[in-house]
């Protein structure tokens, strides 16, 4: 089970840009910021991926200038993804294995329709320091429930303000 103030699970992966990306060489001022979402098959995951796009510039303004979206879709997919959903600001990475998955603590689904790949992840955001400690986890086993990213924009304006403290470290 993932824990605040603990370091966060590895993350290496392939980007449609080309080259990798690396959370341990992420260097943000406050935050990296760790989207996973569900694959190109999701349409509340391309209205949320959407949203982080658009929200990238406030994000960087805020020193969360590492941002990530990432699924086990395959490099075609996640193309796909980045050519369908418009997507210009944000990194978009793919080929998330089931073992990083589960080290996320994301919920893995099998597929139940047309166009789903045979197993993916549920979506998840993480906001992670800059030493790779994790600050705080939202996770959901549905493609439903997740964060808006104007409420996250803020969220990350008053901790920086506050200089508040993770919570959930027991």
Known sequence: MLKTRRPAPALDVPLTTGGRWVLADQRPS?????VFYRGVHCPMCRAHVTELD???????????????????DDRGRAERAVEEWGITRVPIGYDLGRDAMRAWDL???????????????????????????LYAAVQTSMPFLRPHLDEVVETVRWINENDYPARGEL
């Open 107 to 133: 919920p893995v689904s099998k597929a139940i329709k047309e166009g789903q790949p045979n197993e993916f992840s549920e979506p998840g955001l993480f906001l992670v320091r800059p030493d790779t400690t």
């Open 54 to 72: 658009a929200h990238a510039d406030k994000l960087a303004e805020l020193g969360v200038t590492s941002v990530l979206a990432v699924s086990g």
């Open 30 to 34: 406050t935050f990296s910021l760790v």
